[in-house]
């Protein structure tokens, strides 16, 4: 049997030191893991040092997926397992994905998601009434 091809993007994620997306180990806060300063700007609506990383995971994540650079995927996929991770994208936020963002992670996830649940997850700017 042939082998699946991998993606040019998995393939770069997989090779990175932090990032292996075939691992889903349980990780957790309790060894005292914070949002690095240098990540502040991707929670800009909240005093960074007020969010708690197990109650604001959900937040955490979908903003990290969404703007985040290199650097903070790697921060993200060290801190979080990779089932939580596919779990919020899973179950993407109302209204806070980019379309071509949310696209991104559910093909490298091979996560199929309603149709309905999928437009409502789109940040829109022109909403149609």
């Known amino acids: 049997m042939p082998k699946a091809k991998i993606s040019p993007v998995r393939k770069k994620l997989n090779q ?3 990032l292996k997306l075939g691992n889903s180990k ?3 806060f309790s060894n005292g893991a914070k949002i690095p300063p240098r990540m502040k700007w991707l929670f800009w ?3 960074v040092k007020s969010l708690d990383p197990k109650k604001d995971k959900d937040y955490i994540i979908t903003q990290t997926l969404n703007y ?3 650097e903070d995927l790697k921060w993200l996929f060290k801190v979080y397992s990779e089932k939580e991770i596919k779990a ?3 179950n993407p936020r109302r209204g806070v994905w980019f379309e071509k963002v949310l696209n991104f992670w559910t093909t490298l996830f091979n996560i199929r998601i309603k149709k309905d649940v999928w437009q409502k997850a789109i940040f829109n700017i022109n909403p149609r009434f």
Request: net charge positive.
């Open 16 to 18: 990175s030191q932090h």
């Open 26 to 28: 349980k990780r957790s």
């Open 45 to 47: 609506s909240y005093d």
């Open 68 to 70: 985040g650079t290199w």
């Open 88 to 90: 919020v994208v899973k």
